[in-house]
């Protein structure tokens, strides 16, 4: 290997222990609670800024090509920084905001668009002519040197940790308690990751030897993928579409679609004159794909239905982005086959050239306010309620908290402010989203929950209202997230002249009715079985609870004591 394509190792291994304990910084913050750890957007960004800059640089730096790497590097790197305090933003108010799900959305469109962006940035530097070939050369070099890489680490930390184990298990802990310091553990395996990329990207002949393997694996089942999807195909005339949509047909579509379009680009790699199959297996090949547009077709229709049924979701987004990405590719490959025919390559290797670009922008628009799938998902949401598509009562309010983040948040506050008056339940059930509920907690203050109480006559008596609280508070918090009415029916129960109380909660999928009754000026409670459970009951009873039409009726059979044991004739 000549030394112009040599990576310069004392560089590589300086930024290793940079982002080694740039890490550490980090990571210490969150253990240690200080800043940046209570300023998630502060914090997104500096762990996109110390995971984009050392893998880009690591990958791409090589001898007499530093600084035009930089170039392009460094601007990369803080545009990273600058999506990432967006996306930490969006968990904000972080006692409130859940960012599990935004938390992986980010890593995985970032670790796209770092995977495109080095391969276009090894291309520039190298002064070839691009081509997709060279840019699938560059793509599998740096994804199998980079999970060797980490491999190596982690072989690396599991011999670590042998050797600590094995000085503790003679009571010699100091190599134990120094491998599992932070302080050690960070700047070690971040060099051990520095180290490997080193041996890797100096063994790239054998890199490329396992992807002409790969491309030799896949070559056999690009046939059998085309022949099962030209099948299926050809049996949806039979069946309809009925059927696939009742098992999340555009899903699998979209799969089938993107595992050939994968495996084209895998075996159609090298000079566009040069075919890997025999010219009638070549023609069976590109007819397949030219068929991939009516896959795009069926999976529209199907997105577009659900989307119409049901208004937009997060799943719902990806889904149409990732529908449109690969239409696109379809639809290119299918003009370069109507073109040229067996000769389509020529067209394939522009279109993957180009293509690369535009999901590069995609990844990075996807976390950018441009392209905020939580706020198009708010928006779309709020307009069926607004529409009356869908009541008050079934409106998802725990998807806003789970999977919206700072957007849903938002927007459940504004619910409730509108429904302040006219829906004291709903705003009980946000607030009790919101709560915390190891402290026992409900989100809602006595005086909030009391007045979302409907009583059929009268007043709450205080002491009542307080011992209702403090039994809700005690009890399961979560199921006030399922809360739909709440009510409170006085009635004589064992006719003594002193009222008892009916509490009766509504939920999504249940209901529970509890007797509030006096004993020594302490309010005690008693359950109700539920054995009415079918629909025409419910209606019935809730009917009824409105209206405050309920009467006590004496059982047909006294119960009957034994040795203290009450039994119960039905």
């Given at each position: 290997?000549?030394?112009?394509?040599?990576?310069?190792?004392?560089?590589?291994?300086?930024?290793?222990?940079?982002?080694?304990?740039?890490?550490?910084?980090?990571?210490?913050?969150?253990e240690?609670?200080?800043?940046p750890?209570?300023?998630?957007?502060?914090?997104?960004?500096?762990?996109?800024?110390?995971?984009?800059?050392?893998i880009?640089?690591?990958?791409?730096?090589k001898?007499n090509?530093?600084?035009?790497?930089?170039?392009?590097?460094?601007?990369?790197?803080i545009?990273?920084?600058?999506?990432?305090?967006?996306?930490?933003y969006?968990?904000t108010?972080?006692?409130?905001?859940k960012?599990?799900?935004?938390?992986?959305?980010?890593?995985?469109?970032?670790?796209?668009?770092?995977?495109k962006?080095l391969?276009?940035?090894?291309?520039?530097?190298?002064?070839?002519?691009?081509?997709y070939?060279?840019?699938?050369?560059?793509?599998?070099?740096?994804?199998?040197?980079?999970?060797?890489?980490?491999?190596?680490a982690?072989?690396f930390w599991?011999v670590?940790?042998?050797?600590?184990g094995?000085?503790?298990?003679i009571?010699?802990n100091?190599?134990?308690?120094?491998?599992?310091?932070?302080?050690?553990?960070y700047?070690?395996?971040?060099?051990?990751?520095g180290?490997?990329?080193?041996?890797f990207?100096?063994?790239?002949q054998?890199?490329?030897?396992?992807t002409?393997?790969?491309?030799a694996?896949?070559?056999?089942?690009?046939?059998?993928?085309?022949?099962?999807s030209?099948?299926?195909?050809c049996?949806?005339?039979?069946t309809?579409?009925?059927?696939?949509?009742?098992?999340?047909g555009?899903?699998?579509?979209?799969?089938?679609?993107?595992?050939?379009l994968?495996?084209?680009?895998?075996?159609?790699?090298?000079?566009?004159d040069?075919?890997?199959?025999?010219?009638?297996?070549?023609?069976?090949?590109?007819?397949?794909?030219?068929?991939l547009?009516?896959y795009?077709?069926?999976?529209?229709?199907?997105l577009?239905?659900?989307?119409?049924?049901?208004?937009?979701?997060?799943e719902?987004?990806?889904?149409?982005?990732t529908?449109?990405?690969?239409?696109?590719?379809?639809?290119g490959?299918?003009?370069?086959?109507?073109r040229?025919?067996?000769?389509?390559?020529?067209?394939?290797?522009?279109?993957?050239?180009?293509m690369?670009?535009?999901?590069?922008a995609?990844?990075?628009?996807?976390?950018?306010?441009v392209?905020?799938?939580?706020?198009?998902?708010?928006n779309?949401?709020?307009?069926?309620l607004?529409?009356?598509k869908i009541?008050?009562d079934?409106?998802?309010?725990?998807?806003?908290?789970?999977?919206l983040?700072r957007?849903?948040?938002?927007?459940?506050e504004?619910?409730?402010?509108k429904?302040a008056k006219?829906?004291?339940?709903?705003?009980?059930r946000?607030?009790?989203?919101?709560s915390?509920?190891?402290?026992?907690a409900?989100?809602?203050?006595?005086?909030?929950?009391?007045a979302?109480?409907?009583?059929?006559?009268?007043?709450?008596?205080?002491?009542?209202?307080?011992?209702i609280y403090?039994?809700?508070?005690?009890?399961?918090?979560?199921?006030?997230?399922s809360?739909?009415?709440?009510?409170l029916?006085?009635?004589?129960?064992?006719?003594?002249?002193?009222?008892?109380?009916?509490?009766?909660?509504?939920?999504?999928?249940?209901?529970s009715?509890?007797l509030?009754?006096?004993?020594?000026?302490?309010?005690?409670?008693?359950?109700?079985?539920?054995s009415?459970?079918?629909?025409?009951?419910?209606?019935?009873f809730?009917?009824?609870?409105?209206?405050?039409?309920?009467?006590?009726?004496?059982?047909?059979w006294?119960?009957?004591?034994?040795?203290g044991?009450?039994?119960h004739?039905?």
């Open positions: 290997m000549s030394e112009k394509t040599q990576s310069p190792a004392k560089l590589l291994i300086l930024i290793s222990l940079i982002q080694g304990f740039i890490l550490l910084f980090l990571h210490q913050a969150i240690l609670k200080f800043w750890n209570s300023s998630p957007q502060w914090l997104f960004s500096f762990y996109s800024m110390a995971f984009v800059g050392p880009m640089l690591l990958l791409g730096l001898t090509q530093e600084v035009a790497v930089v170039k392009w590097a460094l601007p990369f790197t545009i990273a920084g600058l999506l990432g305090y967006y996306v930490g969006q968990s108010p972080i006692a409130h905001v960012y599990d799900a935004l938390l992986f959305a980010f890593i995985t469109t970032m670790g796209i668009a770092v995977f962006a391969i276009y940035v090894q291309q520039f530097v190298s002064g070839e002519k691009f081509s070939s060279h840019l699938f050369r560059w793509s599998w070099r740096n994804f199998l040197t980079l999970v060797l890489a980490l491999l190596f982690a072989c599991g670590l940790m042998l050797w600590a094995l000085f503790k298990a009571k010699i100091f190599f134990y308690d120094l491998f599992t310091e932070c302080w050690f553990y700047p070690a395996v971040a060099l051990a990751n180290f490997g990329v080193i041996i990207r100096n063994l790239s054998v890199i490329d030897t396992i002409r393997l790969q491309q694996l896949m070559k056999f089942l690009l046939v059998i993928l085309v022949l099962v030209i099948l299926f195909l049996t949806l005339p039979l309809g579409l009925a059927p696939l949509w009742e098992s999340g555009s899903g699998l579509i979209l799969w089938m679609q993107a595992i050939i994968f495996f084209i680009n895998a075996v159609y790699q090298d000079d566009p040069m075919r890997p199959y025999h010219l009638w297996l070549h023609r069976f090949i590109y007819c397949g794909a030219a068929l547009p009516i795009s077709a069926i999976s529209f229709y199907g577009s239905l659900r989307v119409d049924q049901y208004g937009w979701s997060i719902r987004c990806w889904a149409m982005l529908w449109l990405l690969l239409a696109l590719f379809s639809i490959y299918w003009v370069g086959i109507i040229y025919r067996d000769n389509w390559l020529r067209q394939l290797s522009k279109v993957n050239v180009s690369g670009l535009v999901v590069l995609v990844m990075l628009l996807v976390n950018s306010p392209l905020d799938f939580r706020k198009i998902v708010v779309s949401q709020l307009q069926r607004e529409n009356k009541l008050i079934d409106f998802d309010i725990n998807y806003f908290r789970e999977h983040a957007p849903g948040y938002l927007a459940l504004d619910l409730k402010a429904y006219s829906n004291l339940e709903l705003v009980v946000i607030n009790s989203l919101y915390d509920k190891k402290n026992n409900i989100g809602s203050s006595k005086q909030e929950f009391i979302a109480v409907k009583i059929s006559s009268g007043v709450i008596p205080d002491d009542l209202a307080t011992a403090i039994n809700i508070s005690s009890k399961n918090k979560w199921e006030l997230e809360i739909k009415r709440y009510y029916m006085p009635l004589d129960m064992n006719s003594d002249g002193q009222l008892e109380y009916l509490f009766v909660k509504e939920m999504t999928n249940d209901t009715i509890d509030y009754f006096l004993e020594n000026a302490k309010w005690l409670t008693a359950g109700f079985s539920n009415e459970k079918n629909q025409d009951f419910k209606s019935i809730f009917d009824a609870v409105a209206a405050g039409k309920f009467e006590i009726a004496k059982p047909a006294q119960d009957l004591m034994i040795g044991y009450r039994l004739a039905d």
